[in-house]
């Protein structure tokens, strides 16, 4: 597996290896021992998946207090996918970064806590699947605004994506709760 630094410490992408016959192609998308080496988790206690039209965007979600690692793949369609620094000290604290994540390209993102995620479908359709390191605690989640001038995550497309109410309501920079040391 091919494990790339990001402009954000932590965030990887990463690329499994495919081997292709005439059936077909075959790929390891998760192995604990090749993950420990690559200084990843190896423990997850939970997957999800969810499954979204073209233009949804879901996010920017995080927990706090009970901070989540994600490693998200698809499993078809294609995403952009979008992550905010929300760690206290870090030094890119507040940037973001953006990945396009498909089943054609079978890129995986590891996400690590104390991060915002979310991401807009570009395809018709879309199946995400994501390993969270903590359980969902509800009284714990928080939405940072998709659109915050501050953050200005540059989402690709130029319709306005369609969000649960709970997404639209998401705080500013400014006003959110965040991380503290």
């Given at each position: ?28 998308f998760?192995?604990?021992r ?16 969810s ?75 879309a ?14 989640e ?9 953050v ?30």
């Open positions: 597996m091919k494990v790339t630094e990001t402009s954000l410490p932590g965030v990887l992408l990463l690329e499994p290896r495919l081997f292709t016959d005439s059936r077909g192609w075959f790929a390891e998760y192995n604990e090749v993950f420990a080496e690559a200084g990843l988790p190896s423990h997850f206690i939970q997957d999800n998946q499954h979204s039209t073209e233009g949804v965007l879901r996010g920017m979600h995080y927990q706090l207090g009970a901070p989540q690692g994600k490693l998200v793949r698809v499993l078809s369609g294609t995403i952009y996918d979008a992550v905010v620094d929300l760690r206290p000290g870090s030094p890119t604290r507040g940037q973001w970064a953006g990945f396009e994540l498909s089943s054609e390209n079978r890129h995986i993102l590891w996400i690590p806590e104390d991060f915002a995620h979310g991401f807009k479908v570009l395809s018709k359709t199946d995400v699947l994501y390993k969270v390191t903590k359980p969902y605690d509800s009284r714990a928080r939405t940072l605004r998709w659109d915050d001038p501050e200005n995550i540059l989402w690709p497309g130029s319709a306005t994506p369609v969000l649960s109410s709970k997404d639209a309501d998401g705080k500013f920079w400014s006003e959110a709760e965040l991380p503290v040391a």
